[in-house]
C-alpha cells in the first residue's frame, strides 16, 4: 500500500482534503495518508509554518496531497527553512516545498466540466508553469523608503527541463500543440532566454509549436480558449494565467495542481484557504479531489482515477448535490458523501 503524506492547510484546506480523502478511500486505490502539520497550526503548536517533519514525510513517501495554506499580503513574513546544514527563507510555504524538493514545473489542467457553468464549451488545455525561479525567489530588498526592487532570474537550465517535462507529458497525453508564453519584446534577455531554450528545445518535437507575448495571450484565451492545447510559461505568467484558465471553466473550485520534481511530487488545488468561509461546511471539493485524481494517475492507478472522475462527472451532472458556487444547496460534505455514493454504488 502506497502511503502519501496529507498536509491539510489553512481555511478550508482541513475540509477539502478530508473529502479527498474520503474519496480516494472510496476508490479502493491502494493508499494510505499520513498526516503532516503545515501552517498557521504548525506554527503555533510547533513555532513554524514549516516544520522539518513536512520534509520527512515527503522524502519518504515521495508523494504528498496538500491543502492550501494562508500567505500574509506585504511586510516581512518569511518561511524559514532548516535543512542540510543550511538556512533559507521564503515567501510561502507552498514555495518553500517547491524550492527545497525541486519541484521544477507545475501541471494545472484546465477543462469543461458538465454541470458547471461556462461561457465557453470545448475547452480542454493543460498549462505547463516552470515551478523554481522567475521573479518567484522572492529576491526583493527596500532600495531606500520609496523604492523597492525585485531580481528577476530566468535560467536556461530550468526552462529546459520544464519543456522537456512539458513535451514528454504531451506524448503520454496524446497532445497536440505547444504554445510558449513570454514578455521577450520588453524583457529581452530573461524572457528572450526562456523563449529562445523552450523553441530549441521543442523544434524537432514533432508537435506543433508557436508562441505568443503573454498580454496577447490572455486576450486570445478569453476570446477562444479551445483554441489553445497546451501552454508553457514562466513561473509568475503561468501563476496568473492558471488562475484566468480555472476562470474559463468555472472557477477556481474546480482548478486542481501538480508540483512535480526528479524525486517527490505534491499535488494541491489551485484555489486558496479561504479563511472567511472555513469551518461553514460551504467549500467546494472539487479541485482538491480532482488533484487527488491526477496524484493517483501519477503514481500509476488510473483505473481509481478514472472512477473518481467518473463519479464526479455524475453528481455534476445530476445538480442535485453540488456546493453553492456551481449552482447548489449542498456543503461540502454532502457533495463528498454524494461522489462517494456513486463510487459504491
Known amino acids: 500500500m502506497r502511503a502519501i503524506a496529507l498536509i491539510p492547510g489553512d481555511g478550508i484546506g482541513p475540509e477539502v482534503t478530508r473529502a479527498a480523502r474520503d474519496v480516494v478511500a472510496a476508490s479502493g486505490a491502494a493508499v494510505r495518508f499520513e498526516e503532516v502539520v503545515a501552517g498557521l497550526r504548525a506554527e503555533r503548536e510547533f513555532g513554524?509554518?514549516?516544520?522539518?517533519?513536512?520534509?520527512?514525510?515527503i522524502a519518504r513517501t515521495k508523494l504528498a496531497l496538500k491543502g492550501p495554506t494562508?500567505?500574509?499580503?506585504?511586510?516581512?513574513?518569511?518561511?524559514?527553512?532548516?535543512?542540510?546544514?543550511?538556512?533559507?527563507?521564503?515567501?510561502?510555504?507552498?514555495i518553500a516545498l517547491r524550492k527545497e524538493l525541486d519541484l521544477f514545473v507545475n501541471v494545472r489542467p484546465v477543462k469543461n466540466y458538465p454541470g458547471v457553468a461556462s461561457r465557453f464549451e470545448r475547452v480542454d488545455l493543460v498549462i505547463f508553469r516552470e515551478n523554481s525561479e522567475d521573479l518567484y525567489l522572492g529576491r526583493e530588498r527596500m532600495v531606500d523608503e520609496g523604492t523597492a526592487e525585485a531580481v528577476k532570474i530566468i535560467t536556461a537550465r530550468a526552462t529546459a527541463r520544464a519543456t522537456r517535462f512539458a513535451l514528454d507529458y504531451m506524448r503520454r497525453e496524446g497532445r497536440r500543440r505547444l504554445t510558449i508564453g513570454h514578455k521577450a519584446n520588453v524583457l529581452k534577455m530573461t524572457d528572450g532566454l526562456f523563449l529562445k531554450t523552450a523553441q530549441d528545445i521543442a523544434r524537432d518535437s514533432g508537435f506543433a509549436v508557436d508562441q505568443?507575448?503573454?498580454?496577447?495571450?490572455?486576450?486570445?484565451?478569453?476570446?477562444?480558449?479551445?483554441?489553445?492545447d497546451c501552454l508553457l510559461l514562466p513561473n509568475l505568467y503561468g501563476d496568473i494565467i492558471s488562475d484566468l484558465g480555472a476562470g474559463l471553466v468555472g472557477g477556481l473550485g474546480v482548478a486542481p495542481g501538480a508540483n512535480i520534481g526528479t524525486e517527490c511530487a505534491m499535488f494541491e488545488a489551485v484555489h486558496g484557504s479561504a479563511p472567511d468561509i472555513a469551518g461553514k461546511d460551504i467549500a467546494n471539493p472539487m479541485a482538491a479531489i480532482l488533484s487527488a485524481g491526477m496524484l493517483l494517475r501519477y503514481i500509476g492507478d488510473a483505473s481509481a482515477a478514472d472512477r473518481i472522475e467518473t463519479a464526479l462527472t455524475a453528481v455534476l451532472r445530476e445538480q442535485r448535490a453540488v456546493t453553492r458556487d456551481l449552482g447548489g444547496t449542498a456543503g461540502t460534505r454532502a457533495m463528498t458523501d454524494a461522489i462517494i455514493e456513486k463510487l459504491t454504488a
Not at 212 to 228: I, K, T
Open 212 to 228: 505568443r507575448v503573454v498580454d496577447a495571450l490572455c486576450m486570445e484565451l478569453v476570446m477562444r480558449p479551445e483554441a489553445f
Open 70 to 94: 494562508q500567505t500574509p499580503f506585504g511586510g516581512a513574513y518569511r518561511v524559514n527553512v532548516e535543512r542540510g546544514g543550511g538556512r533559507r527563507d521564503y515567501p510561502s510555504i507552498t
Open 48 to 57: 513554524t509554518p514549516l516544520p522539518g517533519a513536512v520534509f520527512e514525510a
